[in-house]
Structures are given as C-alpha cells and as structure tokens.
C-alpha cells in the first residue's frame, strides 16, 4: 500500500525545486561603485613618480629660480686637448685590433652600402674645371682645386653610393657595429684584460637592439634640426631673409631649435655608451645619462664642438694630399677608372666612427670614475 503524499509535501516539494531552479539562473552581481576623488588619485600618481625619481638627480625644481650653488656640479677629467690626443694614442696603441676592424667594416660598407662611384667623381672635377675656367680663367691651383673637391665632395653627400632605403639600413646596422665592438673592445682593453676582435665581433653585438631603441630615439630628438633646415630652405627660396626684421626672428628660432636638439642629444650620446653595458635597457640607461649629465651638458657640448673641428681638420690634413696624387695619377690614361678617392672617401669615413665612440667613451669613463671617488 502506497501512502499518498500531502499537499504541503508537494508545495515544500515545489518550493525547493524552485530555489534550484533560481539557483541555477545567472544572477546579476551589482558592484559599488567607487567614487572617483581626483584629490586622491593626484596624490597616488604623485606617490608614483617620487618613487620612481628615488636616487635621481634634481638640480632644478619646476619654475622656482636656481641658484648656481643648486645646479653647478664639478668634475675633473682631463683638457679638451689631452682628450683629443688621449684618443688617437689609444687607437694607434691597439692598432692590432683596430686595424683589421676597420678593414672589415670598408668592405661591409662597400658592399651593402656602396662608395661613391668615379663617374661621379669624375663629373666634381669637370664641374670645378668649367667654374675655374669661367671665373679664375683656368689659374687655379692644384691644391685649392683639391681643397673645392673635397668640399663639394663632403658637403653633397657624395660619400657614398646612390642612397636607398636599404643602403640606409645597411649603414645604420653598420655604424651600429662600429660603435658596439669599438666599445667592447676599449672597455676589456682599459681594464686590462687580453681581448681578440673575433671576440668583439661575436659578444659585442649582445645589446643591438637596446643600442638600436637609443640610437631611434637620439633621432627623433634631431626634429627641430631637421624642421629647422626645411624653415631654411623655404625661407631661401621665398626671399624671406631679405628683410632684416625676418632674419631677425629666423635667427631666434634657429637659435632655439638649436638648443632644443643640443640639449637632447647631448644625454642620448652618452646613452649611446651606457646602453652597451651587460643587462641595461634602453630608458634606464637614458635616465642614468641624464643624470650623469645634469650640470655638466656645456662642457660636454664644447668637448664634442672641439671633435667636430679636429675631424675637419684631420680630413684636411689627409684628403688634400690624395686629392692633389689622384689629380697628377689621373694624367695618365690608364689610371682613369681606378676609384682611388672613393675608397679613401670610405676608408676616412669608417675610421671617423671609430674615432668618434673611442673619444666619447673616453669622456664617459672619467665621468663615472670621477662620480665614483
């Protein structure tokens, strides 16, 4: 016999089948909302910052007056003139190592990038003789026409081949591998250490691509130059310049532009130096040079002022004889395909690089021995 079940069995029954069944459904969760309090959230980023700005240098304070006692800081290292000396004894002293770098980049520029070819060359000099024909009526002399060509030749663009977008890849990769085996090299050299350029080659391409987010970076700090020179040519062919109010005000903003970039450039350069140590990353290595920088950016913008002037004049000193022996060379027929310029063109070129990063490390160095003490 079956017992019948009661009807608030079968409503208890119903009741739980139906919290089940509620139970089952997604429900909807509502969440407080926070008040959004800007007084708050501007103390937490400023918390932040301060955070991340611990150990930092800060020489000024927002638009508060500094005096000179709050920004000057003194540093040590060695004239201008030892500086420049101090290089290309360091680079003779190594010429072992030296040597052979600078062989092999010639010939990975030669080949990826291109030289500037003697046809090319050959039009400078018919250029230069048809102008000194019509102006000097053809009495000018070999070295001055020497001195014109290597200007023209420089000042052109002339030093490579024709450019393309993967020619100027391939000479950033390159310079790249200057910089970064010169660097290496120098670095275990001053510490002593015994250190082949099979090494340098292999180990010293470790940080490319840090190297490579600076080097972008110094760049696109390198705008208002570039702005500057598009305003340039503008204001030449409009005849802006011809007022003297104008030129007045192009001056001015030259002049800003100018400063704008130096100051920028003048940390990245040493980042340039910085990042190429084990481990660093790009914006770090930024902050560090900036820091290493602060105060002391005129002094450093004087030293590479002083660089500028002693490549010129080692161009001068180098290129004006070979100029003045391919002008006597090229009198016999036999010679008149032989591209000796362009090489020596690219020759000066690769060793201007590495001259560049031995000078520029050499100055970071002392700076951070002298910071050290």
């Known amino acids: ?219 696109i700090q390198c705008v208002p130059i570039f702005l500057l020179i598009i305003v340039y040519s503008a204001a030449v062919q409009t005849d802006f310049l011809a007022t003297p109010f104008y030129a007045l005000v192009f001056f001015i903003f030259a002049a800003l532009m100018i400063l704008l970039s130096g100051y920028l450039l003048s940390s990245s350069l040493i980042a340039l130096v910085a990042v190429s140590a084990p481990g660093l990353y790009p914006l770090k290595a930024l902050n560090a040079a900036s820091d290493l920088m602060m105060g002391r950016r005129i002094k450093f913008i004087l030293r590479v002022v002083a660089l500028i002037l002693v490549l010129a004049i080692v161009w001068v000193i180098v290129m004006l004889p070979l100029i003045v022996f391919d002008l006597w060379m090229k009198t016999f027929e036999w010679t008149a395909g032989i591209p000796f310029i362009p090489v020596c063109l690219n020759v000066m070129t690769c060793f201007t690089g590495i001259y560049v990063t031995t000078y520029l490390y050499l100055y970071y160095r002392w700076m951070l021995n002298y910071d050290e003490e």
């Open 1 to 219: 016999m079956v017992k019948k079940r009661s009807k608030d069995t079968r409503v208890k029954d119903k009741t739980l089948e139906k919290i089940l069944m509620d139970a089952e459904k997604p429900r909807r969760v509502t969440v407080e909302k926070k008040r959004f309090k800007l007084k708050g959230s501007l103390k937490r980023v400023k918390a932040k910052v301060k955070e991340k700005r611990v150990g930092r240098v800060q020489l000024h304070r927002s638009f508060r007056r500094s005096y000179r006692d709050d920004y000057h800081r003194e540093i040590e290292v060695p004239g201008i003139m030892y500086h420049i000396f101090a290089a290309f004894r360091i680079i003779f002293k190594n010429w072992k190592l030296f040597v052979p770098l600078l062989i092999i980049v010639v010939i990975l520029n030669s080949i990826l990038v291109g030289i500037m070819s003697e046809s090319t060359y050959t039009q400078f000099q018919d250029v230069l003789d048809q102008t000194s024909v019509q102006v000097a009526g053809g009495d000018i002399g070999n070295v001055a026409k020497a001195g014109l060509l290597l200007i023209s030749t420089v000042t052109t663009g002339g030093l490579s081949g024709e450019s393309s977008e993967a020619a100027t890849v391939f000479g950033v990769i390159i310079f790249l591998i200057i910089w970064l085996t010169t660097i290496f090299l120098l670095r275990h050299r001053l510490a002593g250490h015994k250190v082949k350029l099979r090494d340098g080659l292999y180990n010293a391409t470790t940080p490319l691509i840090s190297t490579f987010v600076v080097f972008a970076i110094a760049v």
